[in-house]
């Protein structure tokens, strides 16, 4: 299985920029594995998407007015799935979100 990484970098709120990279996944028949979210600056999700079906990712985060950058080479085409992530930097004046931790152990 081949592995696939892109980012983005935006000044859009990041909920609904989070919400756009969602359905670019779920609209080119992708599902999420994972995500990561480092406070308002950062966000990753881990998903797998079918090899045929990159460039239609590809075409949906522009179509969301990204501008995707990939790391490295675009996957061959073929059957299959792909391991992908998708990183979003968040670019922004606001300061760090701050969330309470709860006490543990």
Do not use: Y
């Not at 522009?62 to 675009?74: E, M, N, R, S, V």
């Amino acid at each position: 299985m081949e592995f696939f990484r892109v980012s983005v970098f935006t000044t859009c709120e990041r909920n609904k920029a989070i919400n756009q990279v969602r359905n670019a996944i779920v609209g080119s028949e992708g599902w999420i594995i994972d995500h990561t979210l480092f406070s308002n600056i950062l966000a990753t999700i881990s998903f797998d998407l079918p090899c045929n079906k990159v460039d239609n990712f590809i075409k949906k985060l522009k179509k969301a007015t990204f501008t995707p950058k990939i790391d490295g080479k675009l996957p061959k085409k073929g059957d299959g799935d792909l391991k992908c992530q998708i990183s979003i930097s968040f670019i922004h004046d606001e300061p760090t979100l701050k969330r309470d931790i709860p006490a543990f152990g």
